[in-house]
């Protein structure tokens, strides 16, 4: 499932953003705050995204920290 989510350039809400990259949602808006996570792209009022380029650098980064 996470590698469909990540196939291609589509945008990615926040559960399934969440389910590829296991943190809280609360953690998750503190680090797009503080720029440690993606930005959002808003499609509505009330539809935010991310790109799901972004979520796949996000991870690609993470995992290199994580090697180090």
């Known amino acids: 499932r ?3 989510l990540l ?3 589509g945008l990615l809400r926040l559960p ?4 590829v990259f296991p943190v ?4 998750w808006w503190d ?6 996570f993606p930005a959002s792209v808003k499609l509505g009022a009330r539809c935010t995204c991310w790109r799901a ?3 796949r650098e996000l991870i690609e980064k993470s995992a290199k920290a994580n090697r180090a």
């Open 2 to 4: 996470a590698a469909t």
């Open 7 to 9: 196939a291609g350039d």
């Open 16 to 19: 399934e953003v969440l389910a």
């Open 24 to 27: 809280g949602r609360s953690k």
């Open 31 to 36: 680090g797009v705050r503080a720029g440690r």
């Open 53 to 55: 380029a972004d979520i």
